[in-house]
């Protein structure tokens, strides 16, 4: 499974900007998929995950209720709508393909990554 995220940028803080990744086989469709974002000099940390049917979310505290996660399995394309983004929120941003059909935040149970798009928010 190849993916490819689009939808980054450079956004003010307030900003709202909407992520894609769009994965390359309809194998995806039974898997739960992720977000996870690596800021400069800090780990790679979980943003949000959902069930292979959309119906499951969970989110990382920093973003709940801001964030959005969701997916459409005809596109094969799983979505990120960040809104009220804040410069702390600046990370290259990742989707990944898990290894289940159940949301996870620990990256081990995911074997697809993404390339990543930059996400850049001033203050």
């Known amino acids: 499974v190849q993916l490819q995220a689009s939808g980054g940028g450079l956004v003010r803080t307030g900003g709202s900007l909407r992520l894609s990744c769009a994965a390359s086989?309809?194998?995806?469709?039974?898997?739960?998929m992720a977000w996870f974002r690596q800021a400069p000099g800090k780990e790679r940390e979980f943003v949000s995950a959902?069930?292979?049917?959309?119906?499951?979310?969970t989110y990382a505290d920093s973003v709940r209720g801001r964030f959005t996660i969701s997916r459409d399995n005809a596109k094969n394309t799983v979505y990120l709508q960040m809104n009220s983004l804040r410069p702390e929120d600046t990370a290259v941003y990742y989707c990944?393909?898990?290894?289940?059909?159940?949301?996870?935040?620990?990256?081990?149970?995911?074997?697809?990554w993404g390339q990543g798009t930059q996400v850049t928010v001033s203050s």
């Open positions: 990944a393909v898990a290894r289940g059909s159940i949301p996870t935040s620990d990256p081990r149970l995911y074997n697809y």
């Open positions: 086989k309809r194998t995806a469709s039974n898997n739960a």
């Open positions: 959902i069930s292979w049917n959309g119906r499951a979310t």
